[in-house]
């Protein structure tokens, strides 16, 4: 069990906007940046957005990201069959010290 | 542009260690400020961080694997190392090393491609 807490799957048709959560508590979300990466079938995860809502270079701005609290969200507009992957949104946990992960949002383009 | 390659045996017997090296190409291991980290992605689960060894060679472990881990760096090889010890089929999964900002915790920009390694008999 993930500690923190994502949607097992998410699902919209093209060029709609879907939004992906993330709930955490005081300890990590609340307390520390988000980070969310982009995962393919059989390839190395990528780094989608990090410091909560700051864009790496080549990442489309469809990709955003918010935080509110405890929970965080990744939003993506103008979806595209391209989008169709595995999402994982990621923080430093002060208790117990450790970088943690969400279970996984499978994303599918209908 | 950096590059990270995973290497190791891909077939471990319970009880036994597993090893793995991550070869860091483009720039020196202790150029900059990075951690360097170990992930792993069991079949069909979400990921989960082992733990990180800095530029320093200072290390981090995830609480849960503390007592049987091993992160080093090998600065003369431009390597770091993961060493987890007593396996079980719990630990078969998809093993990725990767750089992570400093001090951004949970940002990790470059990945190796994965490494799968299966525990069993």
């Known amino acids: 069990q993930s500690v923190l807490t994502q949607p097992p799957s998410a699902s919209g048709t093209p060029g709609q906007r879907v939004t992906i959560s993330c709930s955490g508590s005081?300890?990590?979300?609340?307390?520390?940046?988000v980070t969310w990466y982009q995962q393919f079938p059989g390839t190395a995860p990528k780094l989608l957005i990090s410091r909560t809502n700051q864009r790496p270079s080549g990442v489309p701005d469809r990709f955003s990201g918010s935080k509110s609290g405890t929970s965080a969200s990744l939003a993506i507009s103008g979806l595209q069959s391209a989008d169709e992957a595995d999402y994982y949104c990621a923080t430093w946990d002060d208790s117990p010290n450790a970088v943690v992960f969400g279970g996984g949002t499978k994303l599918t383009v209908l | 542009q950096v590059q990270l390659q995973e290497s190791g045996p891909g077939l471990v017997k319970p009880s036994q260690a597993l090893s793995l090296t991550c070869t860091v190409s483009?720039?020196?291991?202790?150029?900059?400020?990075?951690?360097w980290s170990w992930i792993r992605r069991p079949a069909g689960k979400g990921l989960e961080w082992i733990g990180r060894?800095?530029?320093?060679?200072?290390?981090s472990y995830n609480p849960s694997l503390k007592s049987r881990l091993t992160i080093s760096l090998d600065t003369s090889k431009n390597q770091f190392s993961l060493k987890l010890s007593s396996v079980t089929a719990a630990d078969t999964a998809v093993y990725y090393c990767?750089?992570?900002?400093?001090?951004?915790?949970?940002?990790?920009?470059?990945w190796g491609q994965g490494t799968l390694v299966t525990v069993s008999s």
């Open positions: 483009g720039g020196p291991i202790t150029s900059g400020s990075y951690y």
């Open positions: 990767a750089r992570e900002q400093w001090p951004s915790a949970g940002v990790f920009d470059y």
């Open positions: 005081s300890s990590n979300i609340g307390d520390n940046t």
């Open positions: 060894v800095y530029t320093s060679g200072s290390t």
